[in-house]
């Protein structure tokens, strides 16, 4: 089981992703913009972060930065909706490891388990 810190400002996104994996047995704590995010990270242990990068308050840019300028050197994956590679090139210039377009696809917890390995 792993723990996952999940950053989505959408409320019907963000429970449909949290209850696919919580089927899949991993623990899950929720953040709904970045400036959580990065408070909540900073102050517990995750296997992976799941960051939106369009929310209110601080986007998920600012916040992976954040993470990164502060030492942080967990798995944190942007979650974004645009399947632009211009996104995703900004998503892992901002210090992302990895990205997943939304709508989330079939193959989401296969892509999840593949990156906590």
Do not use: Q
Not at 44 to 72: C, F, K, Q, W
């Amino acid at each position: 089981m792993s723990r996952i810190l999940l950053v989505e400002d959408d409320e019907f996104i963000r429970r449909m992703i949290e209850l696919r994996l919580l089927l899949r047995g991993h623990e899950i704590e929720l953040a709904d913009n970045g400036e959580i995010a990065v408070s909540k990270a900073l102050a517990n242990s995750y296997n992976l972060i799941l960051m939106d990068m369009h929310m209110p308050v601080m986007d998920g840019h600012r916040a992976t930065e954040a993470l990164r300028e502060r030492g942080y050197k967990g798995l944190i994956v942007a979650v974004t909706a645009s399947a632009m590679s211009a996104e995703s090139e900004k998503a892992m210039v901002s210090g992302c490891d990895d990205c997943i377009t939304k709508p989330i696809s079939a193959d989401f917890e296969e892509r999840i388990e593949a990156l906590l390995v």
